[in-house]
């Protein structure tokens, strides 16, 4: 049995967590703002424009939170060249798994397309997936379920038939609203998804296929 995954990158497929924290604090010291670690952390898995609004307060001056959002983004990327990325324990292995399988797959993610690309290029994956959602292609950002529904869309997938794999709290809460299972992964937090592990490597042969089962019955 064979279904959709749609993968968010950023902490799922790839450790990059360092890179956006060096790079947030590259753009807000520039603008003379104090951001703690516990900030930063607080953030994952939102949209810039959320994540910006949170720090700077409802009535943020739109100019400026797309200059720091812009600072951010090109630091980042220039981060991500520079010192490379690699895929966590058991992504690459799934991805080319379920591919092999027949599953369709996608990209899910709040990142910049821009960002995406780079982050593709460097981990060579780009040809297993059949669709890709940018922060650029959904109006609200995690945990509202349009980017999960608009990967399911370009899939030509009924949600029910899709397994979404996340690693931030926003990221499963926007699956559980799109009706689609979730497999959540994370080494620090603890994630109520369908499925949760400390890493991809741990989840058990039949992980995808079992949760599909599991919505085919209700």
Request: charged share 25%.
């Amino acid at each position: 049995m064979t279904g959709a995954a749609l993968w968010d990158l950023d902490g799922t497929l790839v450790d990059s967590a360092d890179y956006h924290w060096q790079s947030w604090r590259h753009a807000m010291d520039a603008e003379g703002l104090p951001l703690s670690y516990q900030q930063f952390l607080d953030s994952f898995g939102q949209k810039n424009d959320r994540i910006l609004t949170n720090w700077l307060g409802a009535g943020a001056d739109s100019d400026r939170v797309h200059r720091i959002a812009d600072r951010k983004e090109r630091e980042y990327r220039r981060l991500a060249r520079e010192g490379g990325l690699t895929p966590l324990p058991g992504a690459a292995e799934w991805l080319a798994r379920l591919h092999a399988d027949g599953w369709r797959q996608a990209i899910a993610s709040s990142a910049p397309r821009a960002n995406v690309e780079v982050m593709l290029e460097a981990l060579r994956i780009a040809e297993l997936f059949d669709a890709f959602v940018f922060a650029e292609d959904v109006t609200v950002g995690k945990p509202d379920p349009e980017v999960f529904q608009k990967a399911a869309a370009k899939l030509a997938t009924l949600s029910a038939r899709c397994i979404v794999v996340e690693d931030a709290a926003a990221g499963i809460e926007a699956a559980r609203r799109a009706g689609m299972r979730s497999i959540g992964v994370s080494r620090t937090a603890t994630l109520d998804a369908d499925v949760f592990v400390r890493s991809l490597a741990d989840l058990p042969p039949d992980a995808f296929s079992a949760l599909l089962s599991r919505s085919s019955r209700g």
